[in-house]
């Protein structure tokens, strides 16, 4: 069933086609078209759980020759999440678009995001990596600009010229790859590339690429203002997985192919920034004002975390104990996917029935959109790291793991963001369940709030209760690891 | 002797090259740098042929420094000249250290890089495979075989980029002024440019060309018309604009998924049928590059293109006016 | 004498230098934009320096679809960075 590889590509970009011709039909299209895929998606898991890691090389041209895609657990149950986002997030943009104008030009647009999305997942090809980040870019750009005011179209601009940037730099590196080595596949990359300055500058130049659309900090300036003002379900995708996609590009640059070139200087660089960006990005969510803004900072800290593992992973030696950092660091990353996403379809469901999203005047939101309000308190739980959820058990690994590779200086970083987390997630949930009167009724959309609940379920109890599943899944099924 | 020559001229490229780098991004002026930078979109194309690139000569030409220029020309109709466009001192010596080093550490690498590469090319493997792969011109056989799956996601970019563009703006007002010895010179033109494009796009298979260039230059030909009549506004049945567009991708897609089920393999072409099905794609692909450039030039939307099936149909039966 | 895929990579890096620094200090976004195609030009004349093989072998064909595909891929973001930058401006009008 290598089919389905193909399949959760195609299927969007299909239904993308046919949304421009029938637009009245679009979101009809969209739904079925993401399930679809989210079919295939699951189809894909289970192969990798059974029969180990995919690599399919299209046209089954000689290494090199052709495109490869792979699925191997990480990039598997990396594309089931997101399509897990993007089929609630999907439910949830069916009733937030009232306009049918939007609607026609959204749908479209929308479907081509998770094309590239899936695409990236499974690419195994430099240039072909290159290609989809940039049909990723464009598409987030284009739906960022949706909103359609001044505030949106700005942040659409700077997130255009960053990520352009961003890719050019990731393209040089990959010129200077092919230059030393003739080929671009990853797998024949990883046994080829050795530490010699060629491969160390394509390194420093495709890491940097990857910084900017991972948005860690310093280089985070482009996310705030483009999260805020995209449209509720582009943020969520936008929050949830385009900046995480990023951040697997160089995980697995980092671990499969430049293993042998990266140093524990530049990990620790990278760590480093990540715990500023936990603390900054948490300090600024704590004085944001609108909701949005906030769940946008929030994103900068919570990608801040994954880098953390970074230098420990580098640091921990081969075996069970980087098995398990590494497997945190995903169950962070999918727990914070659909918390982020939940949170920011909640945020929408408040904008539209309230009018607005500053936070000091949401008093009467927990009376007025009861379950709009759960989901908020349910992914704040997960956001700051309360157990159940998986962020509990990220950060517990986290923790464990800086302690048994020496590196303790990680967790006072860890212990300040999460109580700034929880300051902030308190804090929302303060002036919700304050009196006032931000609706006016208590309204119950299911449609609206139902995808948003589950997205939010997945983070808190799923994730967290089911991750021996995922650690077992990890551990057999990686690629790397393996030396 | 011919060795000095040829270096000369060589160093004297690159020079100029910079050079026309160099002003391009120093200038503040807007409508100097445009000029600028279509001058050095033309060089580059000299610079591709000299590098044994004719595929990629004949794009930059189009669509480098002509569709390129198009757009950034009509772009800055409007714009005021001389507006400051640099930061503080401080920060600029930053930017300014920080690019120099950055130059000089890959050109370190570069030197190390031509010096180590065990000279392992693709080439070989592509010529190999050439005669199974239906076509002779090497890099069409890349582009629309081995690495078609690039191919198909580089025109889904394009699609994403022009649907933007024709939803985001009011439609625009372009150059009004057009002069008889523009339309003269349109009427000898456009069809020549017609009749290269689709000779470029046969052509592609055994010689430097194809779909890329084929569709770019059909689209110079429309804003050619678009420049000289500016005063006839077709309206075009918004329907067909849309299929025109989804055309290319969606002829690429059902192929490759029909292949997928006939040899189990997505995009993988039976060797006996490669020719007629790249030749297929690319006549697909063709059309909906050169309407996509087209639109993306014309800039925002096209009358009735929001409305609902019904509603364009019935502007464009009532005809449009100007 | 240096060779041509020296001369013409060291002035792809050139190319993206000057695009690169440019890119970071204009404010202005179509010369920003300017400033990303010259820092694109550059990557891709890397890319053809290295496909070059001399004049009478026959260049890697690889680098010139990739480099094909660039082209494309740049002048689309192009028309939409351009078509972004007119709707901010027809909002800031307003």
């Known amino acids: 069933m290598n089919d389905a590889i193909i399949w959760v590509i195609a299927i969007p970009l299909l239904g993308s086609l046919i949304s421009i011709i029938w637009s009245r039909y679009a979101s009809m299209i969209a739904i079925i078209s993401n399930l679809l895929a989210l079919a295939a998606s699951i189809i894909i898991v289970a192969q990798v759980y059974q029969y180990g890691p995919v690599n399919h090389a299209l046209g089954s041209w000689q290494s090199g020759l052709g495109i490869s895609l792979r699925a191997d657990a990480l990039s598997s149950i990396l594309l089931l999440m997101s399509m897990i986002v993007i089929s609630a997030a999907t439910f949830y943009a069916g009733a937030y678009f009232t306009d049918p104008v939007k609607r026609a030009r959204f749908w479209p647009l929308w479907l081509m995001l998770v094309v590239a999305l899936n695409a990236l997942l499974l690419s195994g090809d430099l240039f072909n990596l290159y290609v989809t980040l940039e049909l990723l870019g464009l598409s987030a750009v284009a739906l960022t600009a949706l909103s359609d005011n001044r505030a949106a179209l700005q942040a659409a601009i700077r997130y255009l010229s960053i990520g352009l940037l961003g890719s050019l730099v990731f393209l040089a590196g990959v010129a200077l790859i092919y230059m030393g080595h003739g080929t671009l596949d990853l797998v024949a990359l990883s046994n080829k590339v050795q530490a010699e300055p060629l491969s160390q500058v394509a390194f420093g130049l495709m890491t940097a690429g990857l910084l900017i659309k991972s948005a860690l900090f ?212 303060g002036y919700a369940f304050g009196p006032g009167e931000s609706v006016g009724r208590v309204l119950n959309r299911g449609r609206e709030e139902i995808p948003a609940l589950l997205l939010a379920l997945f983070a808190t109890l799923i994730l967290g209760l089911g991750s021996f599943e995922l650690w077992d899944f990890v551990a057999q099924h990686s690629e790397f690891l393996r030396g | 002797m011919i060795e000095l020559l040829w270096s000369i001229f060589d160093i004297t490229l690159v020079l100029l090259l910079l050079a026309l780098a160099w002003t391009t991004c120093s200038t503040q002026d807007v409508k100097r740098a445009v000029t600028l930078f279509i001058a050095m979109g033309l060089l580059l194309a000299i610079v591709w042929a000299r590098l044994k690139a004719p595929d990629l000569a004949l794009a930059e030409a189009v669509i480098g420094a002509g569709i390129s220029g198009a757009l950034l020309l009509s772009a800055i109709k409007d714009y005021p000249s001389n507006m400051v466009s640099h930061r503080s001192t401080l920060i600029e010596g930053i930017i300014n250290s920080l690019t120099l080093v950055l130059t000089i550490l890959m050109s370190w690498a570069v030197w190390h890089g031509l010096n180590m590469s065990d000279g392992v090319r693709l080439s070989e493997p592509v010529i190999s495979q050439l005669p199974v792969s239906g076509v002779s011109n090497p890099v069409t056989a890349v582009l629309l075989n081995y690495r078609a799956y690039d191919t198909l996601l580089e025109l889904a970019v394009v699609l994403t980029a022009v649907l933007t563009v024709l939803t985001l703006n009011e439609k625009r007002v372009d150059y009004e002024f057009s002069s008889p010895l523009l339309q003269g ?24 060309g194809g779909a890329f260039q084929a569709g770019a230059m059909l689209a110079a030909a429309m804003i050619l018309l678009q420049l000289a009549y500016p005063s006839r506004r077709q309206e075009f049945n918004n329907s067909l604009l849309k299929i025109l567009l989804v055309i290319g991708i969606f002829t690429f897609l059902l192929v490759g998924l029909w292949m997928m089920s006939l040899n189990d393999d997505f995009l ?37 293109w929001e409305d609902t099936n019904r509603t364009s149909r019935s502007i464009a039966e009532n005809g449009g006016a100007g | 004498m240096i060779s041509e895929q020296l001369l013409y990579s060291l002035a792809g890096v050139g190319l993206f230098g000057i695009g690169l620094r440019a890119t970071l200090l204009h404010h202005m976004l179509l010369l920003r934009l300017l400033a990303l195609n010259v820092c694109g030009a550059g990557v891709f004349l890397i890319f053809i320096a290295i496909a070059y093989g001399g004049i009478e072998v026959m260049a890697d064909p690889v680098p010139h679809a990739l480099v094909l595909t660039g082209i494309v891929v740049a002048v689309s973001a192009t028309a939409m960075a351009l078509a972004l930058g007119r709707r901010l401006e027809a909002l800031n009008d307003e």
């Not at chain 1, 880098?307 to 098995?323: H, R, S």
């Not at chain 1, 000091?360 to 739980?381: D, K, M, N, Y």
């Not at chain 1, 990220?394 to 590196?407: C, D, H, M, P, V």
């Open chain 2, 268 to 304: 993988a072409f039976t060797p006996a049928w490669a020719g007629t099905l790249i030749l297929i794609i690319e006549t697909a692909a063709t059309v909906s590059i050169a309407t996509a450039l087209t639109l993306a030039y014309l800039g925002g939307r096209p009358r009735g």
């Open chain 1, 218 to 429: 310093p280089l985070h300036f482009w996310l705030p203002s483009a999260h805020a003002s995209a449209p509720a379900p582009v943020s969520a995708a936008l929050s949830a997985l385009v900046v995480k996609v990023a951040v697997y590009i160089l995980l697995r640059l980092w671990v499969d192919v430049f293993d042998l070139v990266l140093t524990p200087l530049s990990a620790m660089l990278l760590g480093t920034l990540g715990a500023i960006a936990v603390i900054w990005g948490s300090w600024q969510a704590l004085q944001a004002q609108r909701l949005k803004l906030m769940a946008a900072y929030s994103t900068v800290a919570q990608i801040g975390y994954l880098f953390i593992f970074l230098p420990l992973i580098v640091a921990l030696p081969e075996g069970p104990v980087q098995d398990a950092a590494f497997t945190a660091l995903l169950l962070m990353a999918l727990t914070h996917g659909f918390a982020k996403s939940a949170f920011f379809l909640s945020a929408g469901v408040i904008q539209q029935y309230c009018g607005h999203d500053r936070i000091a005047e949401l008093g009467g939101t927990a009376r007025a959109l009861p379950l709009t309000t759960f989901v908020i308190a349910l992914s704040g739980v997960a956001l700051i790291g309360l157990p159940p959820s998986g962020t509990f058990l990220g950060k517990w690994y986290l923790i464990s793991s800086s302690f048994q590779a020496g590196q303790w200086w990680w967790v006072p970083v860890i212990a300040i963001g999460s109580v700034l987390a929880t300051a902030y997630v308190f804090r929302i949930l």
């Open chain 2, 185 to 208: 010179m349109t009427r000898w033109l456009v069809p020549l440019l017609v009749v290269t494009s689709g000779y470029l796009l046969w052509v592609g298979a055994h010689a430097p």
